[in-house]
């Protein structure tokens, strides 16, 4: 019988047709799908019948999220667990358990994998994990629960809670106090073309973004990354991947994002999906693709600039541009290449592309991070992403943080406090730094503005960083600000560094021209009815509305020619 006697087991049990298991996600946001829940129920599609999928987002409040569960009547509970989501739903399952005893409470997910044995014994309403890859896992709980089976301590690829005053430990096994802590064997990994397609019930999707895998791993290394755990990349049948992708492009989704790793990894591959999402575009949907940038062909350049516009984006990892960092982490990245690349793509004006950079990396420090910051920004990325170091639990750094000096916070996401090379007070300032990128640069509101400012900056991270020194100093930092008002803080700015300048200019002259530019701004993205007072009058009010209502009907077909920032 195993581990637990006869007679807990038939506490436990309850006919097949009533036991009810909750699979619960609780997503960054209301407009995600949640591929993994999606992808256990599928695989256990004989037994859908006694389960249900509960999702959420963080923005729920504890109560919601309980009340919503409870409401459920389940059996199991099994929650899908994150970084970002970990500590509300530990706050959950301890309210959980005191209005609803008898419910056995399961995680899984990246967050629990790697500790699981020290998470269990210190989670104490956790009744189990598991443990890496959950799909046959999960099959075979379910079976447990369903009482088709009867041996839990059979299940590979779990840990589980035990009480010592039903079952006598073993030798070999873990206590704490009354409870016995087993682990059972690593469960080998299954064939992606065993999942059956995840979203059964596409509608029920609608408006979302769909999450969806055509493999699992990948080849590289980065000690940062989870992935560096397994090198074995896993591919799913194309035969497969091109009838589901099928089912997105009928349904016309939005936008499909491409959890693989590395999605061009292999070339071969990615060729034949681009190709044929390509030859069936619907117009509609979106594809967003992680590829590392510096790996692109010819052959996979040409076929990407053949797309239409708003068909793909990408998302590139360059993460440093330091050679000493890269070497520390692991991570072999031809620059050069990668911005040949990316200049090349952008140059096709059909794919927008989102660059990353993670700040806290070993060796790096601000200045350093400086240079990586500008390198990236010189090459115009629709968007710049500056992400912080989070040392994750089972990645390669958690065992490399006393050698770099790298101080992180205990609790979730673990990131960065400083390192050897960057304290506290500079992670602040980057972080200021990539407050005033996500407002000024990557919302695309600001784009003639913030060129023209560029030049009076002797590198534009200079720039970001006097932005949010200015924000700082005038207590605007915390408060929250409209779009208009946002244009007149760099208003504001601009006219107090144009004042501080120790140049002979014509301070006027300058000041005229900026609001012009400022002006241009706000009529491409603001349906504005007047010109703006922050701006002043010198044009003439017809002269605004013609400007404003030929932007408004064209504007997001206008061609807009380069701008020339000379004055």
Known sequence: ???????????????????????????????????????????????????????????????????????QEADVVSFSCYIWNISIILDVIDSLKKVQPGVKIWFGGPEVSYNYEEFITETKNLDGIVVGEGERTFYELVEYYLGIHNDIDNIKGICYRHSARQEKAQDNDKENNNDIIFVTPPRD?????????????????????????????????????????????????????????????????????FVDRTFNCNKGHAMEIWNFIKENDNGITNF???????????????LLESLRPGLV???????????????????????????????RIKKAHNIHQHLDLIAGLPLEGFDSFEKSF????????????LGFLKVLRGAIVEDECKEYGIVYNNKPPYEVLS???????????????????????????????????????????????????????K????????????????????IKMINNRDVDNDRANEIRVFKEILLFDSCLREALKNRPDYVGAPMEHSRFRKIRDELKLSRYKIHIEEFNYDI
């Open 1 to 71: 019988m195993g581990v637990l006697s006869y007679n807990m087991y038939i506490i436990y049990k309850k006919e097949a047709d009533k036991m009810k298991i909750l699979l619960v996600a609780v997503d960054a946001k209301y407009i995600h799908s949640n591929l993994a829940v999606q992808s256990l129920r599928a695989y256990a599609g004989k037994y859908k019948d006694n389960i249900e999928i509960l999702q959420f987002s963080i923005n729920h409040t504890e109560e919601e999220i309980l009340r919503g569960i409870y409401m």
């Open 189 to 257: 990994f299954i064939s992606l073309d065993d999942i059956p397609f995840a979203y059964e019930d596409m509608e029920s999707h609608k408006n979302k973004i769909i999450y969806y895998e055509s493999s699992r791993g990948c080849p590289y290394s980065c000690s940062y990354c989870l992935s560096s755990a397994y090198l074995v990349v896993r591919f799913r049948n194309m035969d497969l991947v091109k009838k589901e992708l099928s089912e997105f492009l009928n349904h016309k989704v939005p936008q499909v994002k």
């Open 288 to 302: 967003h693709f992680e590829i590392t940038g510096d790996l692109l062909s010819e052959e996979e350049l040409q």
């Open 313 to 343: 984006q990408l998302e590139i990892g360059v993460q440093t541009t330091n050679p000493q960092t890269m070497q520390a982490i692991n991570r072999r990245v031809d620059f050069i290449k990668l911005s040949e690349n990316v200049k």
């Open 374 to 385: 500008n390198d990236v920004y010189h090459l115009r990325p629709d968007q710049l992403q």
């Open 419 to 473: 390192t050897n090379e960057l304290t506290y007070n500079e992670i602040i300032k980057l972080k200021g730094i990539c407050n005033m990128v996500d407002i000024y640069y990557n919302s695309g509101q600001f784009a003639h503005s913030i060129r023209y400012l560029e030049h009076f900056y002797n590198g534009p991270m200079n720039l970001y960083l006097s932005l949010y020194n200015y924000y700082v100093n």
């Open 475 to 494: 207590g605007l930092y915390t408060l929250a600000h409209s779009r208009m008002r946002r244009f007149e803080i760099l208003l504001e700015f601009f």
